[in-house]
């Protein structure tokens, strides 16, 4: 199995930055993709930013520009850096990675991390 520790949220004013880390443990897993979404009150959960086992990023439309997906294939942990942070990005953001456990394909969550920025 697969488990994903978010970390790195919280409180950043509006033009800062963040970096959010998510660590990925388990063996037997073949990563096909992981990456971050997010969830803002009262809205649906939305693309961030995803990273495949191949290095191809893809983006969310709202955060082209200000928010980097890295991964650190030694470390198995991705990240994500946000710049430019307004309003907007205030959500609880979410680690998760899809794959194949076996012939099984998986598709994981972490528990989820709070960012929110301030006036």
């Known amino acids: 199995q697969v488990q994903l520790m978010e970390s790195g949220g919280g409180l950043v004013q509006v033009g800062g930055s963040l970096r959010l880390s998510c660590a990925a443990s388990g063996s037997g897993f073949r990563l096909v993709a992981i990456g971050w979404y997010r969830q803002a009150a009262g809205k649906e959960r939305e693309l961030v930013a995803t990273?495949?086992?191949?290095?191809?990023?893809n983006y969310g439309d709202s955060v082209k520009g200000r928010f980097t997906i890295s991964r650190d294939y030694d470390r198995n942990t991705v990240y994500l850096i946000m710049n430019n942070l307004n309003s907007e990005d205030t959500a609880v953001y979410y680690c998760n990675t899809r794959g194949y456990y076996g012939t099984n394909p998986l598709d994981v969550w972490g528990q989820g991390t709070l960012v929110t920025v301030s006036p």
């Open positions: 990273v495949t086992s191949g290095g191809s990023t």
